[in-house]
T-cell receptor, first 117, second 116 residues
Framework: QKEVEQDPGPLSVPEGAIVSLNCTYS??????FMWYRQYSRKGPELLMY????GNKEDGRFTAQVDKSSKYISLFIRDSQPSDSATYLC?????????????????FGKGTLLTVNP | EAGVTQFPSHSVIEKGQTVTLRCDPI?????LYWYRRVMGKEIKFLLH????????ESGMPNNRFLAERTGGTYSTLKVQPAELEDSGVYFC??????????????FGPGTRLTVL
Protein backbone atom coordinates (compact mmCIF):
# COMPACT_ATOMS: atom_id res chain seq x y z
CA GLN A 1 0.00 0.00 0.00
CA LYS A 2 1.35 3.41 -0.95
CA GLU A 3 1.89 5.79 1.93
CA VAL A 4 -0.01 8.58 0.15
CA GLU A 5 -2.78 8.09 -2.38
CA GLN A 6 -3.99 10.88 -4.64
CA ASP A 7 -6.32 10.63 -7.61
CA PRO A 8 -4.30 11.90 -10.60
CA GLY A 9 -7.41 13.09 -12.44
CA PRO A 10 -7.43 14.89 -14.78
CA LEU A 11 -10.04 17.23 -13.35
CA SER A 12 -11.68 19.82 -15.57
CA VAL A 13 -14.00 22.51 -14.17
CA PRO A 14 -15.56 25.76 -15.42
CA GLU A 15 -14.26 29.09 -14.16
CA GLY A 16 -15.83 30.02 -10.85
CA ALA A 17 -16.39 26.45 -9.70
CA ILE A 18 -15.40 25.14 -6.29
CA VAL A 19 -12.64 22.56 -6.63
CA SER A 20 -12.03 19.77 -4.15
CA LEU A 21 -8.73 17.89 -4.19
CA ASN A 22 -8.06 15.01 -1.83
CA CYS A 23 -5.40 12.67 -0.52
CA THR A 24 -5.45 9.74 1.84
CA TYR A 25 -2.49 8.40 3.74
CA SER A 26 -1.64 5.27 5.65
CA UNK A 27 1.25 6.37 7.87
CA UNK A 28 -0.26 7.60 11.13
CA UNK A 29 3.10 9.17 12.02
CA UNK A 30 2.55 11.96 9.46
CA UNK A 31 1.94 15.21 11.33
CA UNK A 32 2.75 17.93 8.81
CA PHE A 33 0.63 18.32 5.71
CA MET A 34 1.28 20.45 2.66
CA TRP A 35 -0.20 21.29 -0.70
CA TYR A 36 2.08 22.20 -3.57
CA ARG A 37 1.11 23.62 -6.94
CA GLN A 38 3.17 22.79 -10.00
CA TYR A 39 2.85 24.51 -13.33
CA SER A 40 4.08 22.75 -16.46
CA ARG A 41 7.88 22.58 -16.66
CA LYS A 42 8.24 24.27 -13.26
CA GLY A 43 9.10 23.01 -9.81
CA PRO A 44 6.50 22.48 -7.07
CA GLU A 45 5.54 25.66 -5.23
CA LEU A 46 4.25 25.52 -1.66
CA LEU A 47 0.64 26.71 -1.36
CA MET A 48 -0.30 25.86 2.19
CA TYR A 49 0.77 23.80 5.15
CA UNK A 50 -0.87 22.74 8.36
CA UNK A 51 -0.06 20.63 11.38
CA UNK A 52 -3.37 19.98 13.01
CA UNK A 53 -6.76 18.55 12.20
CA GLY A 54 -9.29 21.09 11.08
CA ASN A 55 -9.39 23.84 8.48
CA LYS A 56 -6.88 26.48 7.47
CA GLU A 57 -7.89 29.23 5.09
CA ASP A 58 -5.76 31.44 2.87
CA GLY A 59 -7.68 33.58 0.42
CA ARG A 60 -9.52 31.33 -2.01
CA PHE A 61 -7.76 28.23 -0.67
CA THR A 62 -8.78 26.08 2.30
CA ALA A 63 -6.76 23.13 3.54
CA GLN A 64 -8.56 20.54 5.62
CA VAL A 65 -7.03 17.73 7.63
CA ASP A 66 -8.84 14.82 9.28
CA LYS A 67 -6.23 12.79 11.11
CA SER A 68 -8.74 10.28 12.42
CA SER A 69 -9.64 9.34 8.86
CA LYS A 70 -6.14 9.97 7.47
CA TYR A 71 -7.63 12.25 4.86
CA ILE A 72 -6.63 15.71 3.68
CA SER A 73 -8.32 18.06 1.25
CA LEU A 74 -7.68 21.29 -0.58
CA PHE A 75 -10.62 23.43 -1.61
CA ILE A 76 -10.33 26.19 -4.19
CA ARG A 77 -13.17 28.70 -4.29
CA ASP A 78 -14.01 30.82 -7.33
CA SER A 79 -11.51 28.90 -9.42
CA GLN A 80 -9.65 30.83 -12.13
CA PRO A 81 -7.95 29.70 -15.34
CA SER A 82 -4.66 30.67 -13.68
CA ASP A 83 -5.30 27.91 -11.12
CA SER A 84 -4.80 25.34 -13.88
CA ALA A 85 -1.85 23.25 -12.70
CA THR A 86 -0.95 19.99 -11.02
CA TYR A 87 -1.70 19.97 -7.29
CA LEU A 88 0.44 17.76 -5.11
CA CYS A 89 -0.21 16.78 -1.54
CA UNK A 90 2.86 16.14 0.57
CA UNK A 91 3.43 15.18 4.16
CA UNK A 92 6.12 14.48 6.68
CA UNK A 93 6.50 13.10 10.16
CA UNK A 94 7.95 16.30 11.50
CA UNK A 95 7.78 19.89 10.26
CA UNK A 96 11.34 20.64 11.28
CA UNK A 97 14.79 19.20 11.27
CA UNK A 98 14.84 17.02 14.34
CA UNK A 99 17.49 14.77 12.89
CA UNK A 100 17.10 11.61 10.89
CA UNK A 101 14.59 11.71 8.07
CA UNK A 102 11.44 12.83 9.86
CA UNK A 103 11.00 15.92 7.74
CA UNK A 104 11.53 14.36 4.31
CA UNK A 105 8.47 14.91 2.16
CA UNK A 106 6.30 12.06 0.93
CA PHE A 107 4.22 13.10 -2.05
CA GLY A 108 1.04 11.99 -3.71
CA LYS A 109 1.07 11.56 -7.49
CA GLY A 110 -0.60 14.92 -8.05
CA THR A 111 -3.94 15.89 -9.58
CA LEU A 112 -3.97 17.72 -12.91
CA LEU A 113 -6.55 20.52 -12.74
CA THR A 114 -7.82 22.53 -15.69
CA VAL A 115 -10.09 25.53 -15.13
CA ASN A 116 -11.88 26.48 -18.33
CA PRO A 117 -12.77 30.13 -19.01
CA GLU B 1 16.12 36.96 -4.34
CA ALA B 2 16.99 34.17 -6.79
CA GLY B 3 15.27 30.85 -6.28
CA VAL B 4 16.71 27.38 -6.51
CA THR B 5 18.35 26.86 -9.88
CA GLN B 6 19.19 23.62 -11.62
CA PHE B 7 21.36 22.82 -14.60
CA PRO B 8 20.87 21.49 -17.19
CA SER B 9 17.13 21.77 -17.69
CA HIS B 10 17.17 18.71 -19.92
CA SER B 11 19.76 16.02 -20.58
CA VAL B 12 19.57 13.19 -23.07
CA ILE B 13 22.23 10.49 -22.76
CA GLU B 14 22.74 6.92 -23.79
CA LYS B 15 22.68 3.99 -21.43
CA GLY B 16 26.06 3.51 -19.84
CA GLN B 17 27.09 7.16 -20.05
CA THR B 18 27.66 9.49 -17.12
CA VAL B 19 25.60 12.55 -16.32
CA THR B 20 26.10 15.20 -13.67
CA LEU B 21 23.23 17.36 -12.48
CA ARG B 22 23.82 20.58 -10.62
CA CYS B 23 21.72 22.43 -8.07
CA ASP B 24 22.30 25.91 -6.68
CA PRO B 25 20.18 26.44 -3.57
CA ILE B 26 18.81 29.73 -2.34
CA UNK B 27 21.67 31.72 -0.84
CA UNK B 28 22.05 31.04 2.87
CA UNK B 29 20.02 27.83 2.87
CA UNK B 30 21.90 25.14 4.75
CA UNK B 31 19.47 22.35 3.85
CA LEU B 32 19.54 20.91 0.36
CA TYR B 33 17.41 18.03 -0.87
CA TRP B 34 17.28 15.92 -3.99
CA TYR B 35 14.03 14.34 -5.15
CA ARG B 36 13.16 12.39 -8.28
CA ARG B 37 9.99 11.82 -10.24
CA VAL B 38 9.90 8.83 -12.53
CA MET B 39 7.18 8.95 -15.20
CA GLY B 40 3.82 7.89 -13.83
CA LYS B 41 5.06 7.85 -10.25
CA GLU B 42 5.10 10.28 -7.39
CA ILE B 43 8.01 12.55 -6.47
CA LYS B 44 10.35 10.59 -4.19
CA PHE B 45 13.01 11.72 -1.75
CA LEU B 46 16.61 10.82 -2.59
CA LEU B 47 18.81 12.53 -0.03
CA HIS B 48 19.36 15.51 2.23
CA UNK B 49 22.43 17.65 2.95
CA UNK B 50 22.91 19.91 5.90
CA UNK B 51 25.67 22.21 4.72
CA UNK B 52 28.25 19.83 3.25
CA UNK B 53 27.21 16.77 5.26
CA UNK B 54 24.80 14.09 4.14
CA UNK B 55 22.17 13.78 6.85
CA UNK B 56 19.94 11.28 5.14
CA GLU B 57 20.57 9.33 1.95
CA SER B 58 17.96 6.67 2.53
CA GLY B 59 16.27 7.35 -0.80
CA MET B 60 19.29 6.90 -3.05
CA PRO B 61 18.40 4.00 -5.36
CA ASN B 62 21.85 2.39 -5.66
CA ASN B 63 25.57 3.06 -5.76
CA ARG B 64 25.44 4.38 -9.31
CA PHE B 65 24.24 7.64 -7.79
CA LEU B 66 26.71 9.96 -6.08
CA ALA B 67 25.75 13.27 -4.53
CA GLU B 68 28.19 15.87 -3.31
CA ARG B 69 28.00 19.31 -1.80
CA THR B 70 31.52 20.59 -1.42
CA GLY B 71 31.77 23.76 0.62
CA GLY B 72 28.11 23.61 1.54
CA THR B 73 26.95 25.66 -1.42
CA TYR B 74 25.91 24.05 -4.68
CA SER B 75 25.37 20.32 -5.03
CA THR B 76 25.94 17.83 -7.81
CA LEU B 77 24.25 14.52 -8.44
CA LYS B 78 26.19 12.16 -10.67
CA VAL B 79 24.74 9.06 -12.26
CA GLN B 80 27.37 6.62 -13.48
CA PRO B 81 26.68 4.52 -15.47
CA ALA B 82 23.16 5.62 -16.36
CA GLU B 83 20.46 3.02 -16.90
CA LEU B 84 17.11 3.31 -18.67
CA GLU B 85 15.20 3.33 -15.38
CA ASP B 86 17.08 6.45 -14.27
CA SER B 87 15.01 8.56 -16.66
CA GLY B 88 12.83 11.08 -14.91
CA VAL B 89 12.78 14.58 -13.50
CA TYR B 90 15.28 15.34 -10.75
CA PHE B 91 14.27 18.12 -8.39
CA CYS B 92 16.41 19.97 -5.95
CA UNK B 93 14.97 21.84 -2.99
CA UNK B 94 16.48 23.97 -0.27
CA UNK B 95 15.39 25.32 3.09
CA UNK B 96 16.76 27.47 5.85
CA UNK B 97 14.99 25.90 8.78
CA UNK B 98 16.84 26.07 12.03
CA UNK B 99 16.20 23.66 14.89
CA UNK B 100 12.58 23.88 15.95
CA UNK B 101 11.51 25.96 12.94
CA UNK B 102 9.14 24.83 10.24
CA UNK B 103 11.06 23.41 7.30
CA UNK B 104 9.64 24.99 4.16
CA UNK B 105 11.33 23.46 1.16
CA UNK B 106 11.64 25.58 -1.99
CA PHE B 107 11.95 23.60 -5.20
CA GLY B 108 13.91 24.22 -8.34
CA PRO B 109 12.46 23.70 -11.83
CA GLY B 110 14.00 20.26 -12.15
CA THR B 111 16.32 18.54 -14.61
CA ARG B 112 14.63 16.23 -17.05
CA LEU B 113 16.91 13.24 -17.66
CA THR B 114 16.28 10.92 -20.57
CA VAL B 115 18.38 7.77 -20.87
CA LEU B 116 18.17 6.09 -24.27
Amino acid sequence: QKEVEQDPGPLSVPEGAIVSLNCTYSNSAFQYFMWYRQYSRKGPELLMYTYSSGNKEDGRFTAQVDKSSKYISLFIRDSQPSDSATYLCAMSVSPWNSGGSNYKLTFGKGTLLTVNP
Amino acid sequence: EAGVTQFPSHSVIEKGQTVTLRCDPISGHDNLYWYRRVMGKEIKFLLHFVKESKQDESGMPNNRFLAERTGGTYSTLKVQPAELEDSGVYFCASSQALAGETDTQYFGPGTRLTVL
